[in-house]
């Protein structure tokens, strides 16, 4: 390990690709400072990423099929679509700043190496910002504006940390994870998630690979939109046979399922966010003891 040591993020893997054997990490983000992504609200972001090029440069290339598997979100498919005049749309991860910037850090050395475990005991022992709190510790969790060849956000820089909400008494409440903030969960053991989730904290996993990783049901949502799938119906029905809940694009118009809630954060008016909700948790019959039945979710069209 080489320079100043990355107090925000860890390395939780470092393996091969369940999908294509390359060799890929997961790094976990968000240790020292809140997470400002006005959506999902302040909760621990873990990365899979490759080892071998910075995320960015992944998505540009094609080369992020290790980790995001034949997802038609990613930039390379939208281009392909294009090319015989279809018009998708793309991922709208921020690969720059997050990411990449955790891969930059690993890169350098500067990155600390531990066990999923010992990083859910750090994470069990801090508290969520609830922001916004810009009086008691200076983060602006609004985006500031979109730029960015693939529609990234620009964020503002916060100079936050959490010690800053500790000292003030503003933080509270458990810290919660999201499981491939960037990067799909089923390209990963799922032992890694299972000794990661801190028990009671609200968590969010989603995977568009489920076809593949019936593994995955207890912990993370079929990712399902008619990007992918063009007969949604079909690809519902075999989630749920499956024993998944569903998160699904609705397409522009369309009003969700009799088995379906909206997304509690879609509303405009709406103040949850992920790290209130964690709703979208899988079946988490395996910690409870106590089957999840609860609706699957479903959200705005993207446009």
């Given amino acids: 390990m080489t320079g100043t040591i990355n107090k925000n993020t860890v390395c939780i893997y470092d393996g091969p690709s369940l999908g294509d054997g390359v060799r890929i990490l997961v790094l976990l983000s968000g240790l020292a400072t809140p997470s400002i992504n006005s959506k999902t609200g302040d909760m621990i972001q873990t990365y899979i990423v490759r080892a071998d090029m910075a995320p960015d440069i992944a998505a540009k290339t094609g080369e992020d099929s290790s980790i995001c598997g034949g997802c038609n979100f990613r930039p390379v498919a939208v281009k392909l679509a294009a090319s015989i005049g279809e018009s998708w749309v793309a991922c709208y991860v921020d690969k720059i700043r997050g990411p990449a910037g955790a891969w930059k850090s690993w890169f350098a050395g500067r990155v600390e190496y531990v066990t999923p475990a010992a990083a859910s005991a750090r994470i069990d022992k801090l508290q969520r910002c609830p922001g916004p709190c810009r009086t008691d510790c200076k983060l602006d969790h609004v985006h500031a504006a979109i730029d960015g060849e693939f529609g990234y956000a620009v964020y503002p820089k916060s100079g936050h940390a959490r010690s800053a909400c500790k000292n003030t008494g503003h933080a509270s409440g458990q810290l919660g994870t999201r499981d491939g903030a960037y990067g799909d969960p089923a390209n990963v053991p799922i032992d890694v998630w299972l000794s990661l989730h801190v028990t009671g904290a ?62 509690p954060e879609a509303p405009d008016d709406s103040n949850v966010q992920c790290a209130t909700c964690g709703a979208c948790n899988g079946k988490p019959d395996r910690a409870t003891g106590r089957p999840n039945n609860m609706k699957s979710v479903a959200i705005p069209a993207i446009t």
């Avoid at 990783?213 to 749920?240: C, E, G």
């Avoid at 569903?246 to 379906?260: D, H, I, K, Q, S």
């Fill in 202 to 263: 609200k968590r969010t996993s989603y995977t568009h690979d489920w076809e593949n990783s019936p593994q995955l049901a207890p912990i993370a949502m079929a990712s399902i939109d008619n990007q992918t799938w063009p007969d949604v119906d079909a690809a519902l029905n075999k989630a749920w046979a499956m024993g998944f809940r569903t998160y699904r694009v609705l397409a522009n118009g369309e009003a969700p399922r009799e088995n379906e809630i909206l997304c």
